[in-house]
Structures are given as structure tokens and as C-alpha cells.
């Protein structure tokens, strides 16, 4: 259900464009999506995921580690 907040923000700033609303109404809506919008992104960040995992594993980082040591090793040559 959380797909429903970008939808709201994007129903919000079209009723803002198409509206013949006053500068308060509009500033509202606008103000209305740009919440939904920040309400949808700290959801995202924020929801608890079943499984807690790094971005990087172990073997992944030490490849990165040599392939590292290996550039620095032929740059000093």
C-alpha cells in the first residue's frame, strides 16, 4: 500500500495545475504532495525488511581489496 502515497502526491500537484484554485489552494496541494512524497521515501528507508543484509559480503570486499592493491601496485611501477 505504500505505492498509494507517490500516486496521492501525483493527484495532488495535477488538481494543483489544473484547478482554478487561488494561490493558498494551490499552495496547499503542493505542500500536500511534497508530504506524501517525503511520507513515501521514510517508509522506504525505513521498513523493516525481513532480512538484514550488507551491501557488500565478505568475499565481495576482498575482491575489491586485491583488485585495489593491484591498480595501486601498477600505478607505482
Known amino acids: 500500500m ?4 507517490p500516486l496521492a ?9 489544473r484547478l482554478p ?9 503542493l505542500l500536500t504532495a511534497l508530504v506524501l512524497l517525503l511520507g513515501f521515501v ?3 528507508l ?3 525488511t525481513g532480512e538484514r543484509r550488507p551491501l557488500l559480503d565478505v ?5 575489491l ?7 595501486r601496485q601498477a ?3
Open 2 to 5: 505504500v505505492w498509494l502515497l
Open 9 to 17: 502526491a501525483l493527484a495532488c500537484f495535477v488538481l494543483a495545475l
Open 21 to 29: 484554485l487561488g494561490t493558498l489552494g494551490v499552495l496547499l496541494l
Open 42 to 44: 521514510l517508509q522506504r
Open 46 to 48: 525505513w521498513r523493516p
Open 59 to 63: 568475499a565481495a570486499f576482498q575482491g
Open 65 to 71: 581489496r586485491t583488485q585495489l592493491e593491484r591498480r
Open 75 to 77: 600505478s607505482e611501477q
